[in-house]
């Protein structure tokens, strides 16, 4: 059974350092594929460093990346935003075979550092009209900014739409739904935490055709081992979990998320 992580990030450099390790690891539990993806300049070289490595190295897998930037990173970036917004889409253009989303923009208001609202919201829309421009999909993480999300994304009802790492409730996923045709919803680690039945029942209603399996590696890593470092072999992991929870037999689970996938991922 070939397995895929939807959104990991061997391009962060506690993960980068040790990459070959992580490989191996993976493929012992049939990986076929995975996309790296962040939102800043080093991580977005990494990302299509590693990818350029697997293609030599692993051509029988699906090595690709993800690249856009960060609410963190506003401070940092030039004030023309025509022209970040510019070097951004020819870092695209360069890569287009590496490359197979705009990734990972967001708002987040959980952060001291990313509270500039206006600012995060430029920004995000600036990367929704790249998306639309290249035909890619564009993958968010929003986090205690619902509201803040959708009155930006909202303006661009045809792009194809990615929510990494769910965050939020049934309602939330209702009016997605209903807004975007072509919508996916990413669910990881998070959803095994005691706190997170939110979290759980979002997923009983997310149609199966519409969801995606990732590990989001480094981070949140399970209920259990908070403390560990989480890596792509894990995904194996949470689509068990996942098939238990829904009560789909893995086999069948597997193979929809894997046709969502490449769904995701068309002409890529």
């Not at 070939?2 to 959104?7: K, L, P, Q, T, V």
């Not at 493929?27 to 993806?37: M, T």
């Not at 990734?103 to 998306?131: P, T």
Request: net charge negative; proline share 3%.
């Amino acid at each position: 059974m070939d397995i895929y992580d939807s959104h990991t990030h061997l391009n962060q450099l506690s993960l980068f350092q040790n990459r070959e390790h992580y490989f191996s690891s993976f493929l012992e539990i049939w990986w076929k594929g995975l996309v790296n993806a962040w939102a800043n300049q080093e991580y977005n070289l990494n990302g299509i460093k590693i990818a350029k490595i697997c293609k030599e190295r692993y051509p029988y897998c699906y090595v690709k990346c993800a690249i856009g930037r960060h609410p963190c990173d506003i401070q940092k970036l030039d004030d023309n935003l025509d022209l970040e917004k510019q070097n951004l889409k020819q870092q695209i253009l360069e890569n287009k075979e590496f490359v197979v989303a705009i990734w990972e923009c967001w708002i987040d208001l959980h952060y001291e550092e990313a509270q500039n609202v206006e600012e995060q919201q430029k920004y995000f829309k600036a990367q929704c009209e790249l998306a639309q421009e290249l035909w890619l999909p564009i993958m968010i993480h929003s986090r205690d900014a619902f509201q803040e999300t959708y009155d930006v994304l909202k303006q661009f009802p045809n792009i194809t739409v990615y929510i990494h790492c769910w965050g939020y409730w049934e309602k939330e996923i209702q009016l997605l739904l209903k807004t975007f045709p072509n919508l996916y919803i990413w669910f990881c680690w998070n959803i095994t935490y005691k706190s997170a039945e939110n979290l759980r029942e979002s997923l009983k209603i997310l149609p199966i055709e519409k969801l995606l399996v990732e590990t989001d590696a480094p981070y949140l890593s399970p209920q259990g081992h908070r403390w560990e470092i989480n890596e792509p072999k894990n995904v194996i992991v949470i689509w068990k979990y996942i098939s238990e929870l829904l009560r789909i037999e893995e086999e069948t689970l597997w193979k929809q998320v894997c046709t969502n996938f490449f769904n995701l991922y068309k002409n890529k």
